[in-house]
């Protein structure tokens, strides 16, 4: 029997976009020997349909999942995701990925074979070698360059390129040891936060690079509240660091 590899997709107002990136995840699938692929949609309560696309879908993808709810934000919205691959999937793998088509979907065969020679999280990466941010703005591109400099400052954290990086593939073994409750981010510090967790659970890490493409649809949910929580987040990372993690 196939391991299973689970794609979270958190999702607001993303009809448009996963009438796309739905099939275009399943047509990996065929490429994934290893695992059987399952995709669960983490929706709050799009007032856009989003959750009435998923549900037709569900009828021609039999592992594609829906879970609702109210909206409390990324973090909240990849804590039940995850916990829902975890405890009710039994996933070997689970995925990090946007639902706004920025993440190339044909690089998940990539990330699973990577996880399999033992890689417990693949990031992938928007600014190592080989990487492209076409199209993407100035501004948010120095946001993000900061926000990792300032994670690996604060959070003791290896030397990568990428720390706030929405494309991963993580071991379930090594995500299962870290306390998702109790990770304090409800919004996009959510991914410092648990790449601290992986990373001090002893994740062994790589970073693939990869094409970071423009929004087809919709518009970006970061906020200035998502930056303040950033932030604040950060003396959260300093104050839990009791030693330097461990990076194989």
Known sequence: MKSIGCIVLPTFNEAENLRVLIPRIFEQASKIPTHDLHIVV???NSPDGTAAVVREFMDTF?????L???????GEAYKRGMAHALTDLHA???FEMDADLQH???LLPLFVTLANHGFSLVIGSRFVAGAATPNFPRHRKLISLAGTWLVRLFGGLPALADCTS???CI???VLAKCDLRGLASRGYSFQSSLLFELIRNGARVI????VFQERQQGESKLSFRDQIEFLLNLLRLRFKQAGKPRCE
């Open 42 to 44: 983490v929706d709050d």
């Open 62 to 66: 039999p592992t594609l999942h829906l």
């Open 68 to 74: 609702t709810g109210e909206k409390r934000g990324l």
């Open 92 to 94: 070997d793998l689970i």
């Open 104 to 106: 190339d979907p044909s």
């Open 166 to 168: 929405g494309y991963r």
């Open 171 to 173: 071991k379930a073994d």
């Open 207 to 210: 970073e693939v690079p990869i």
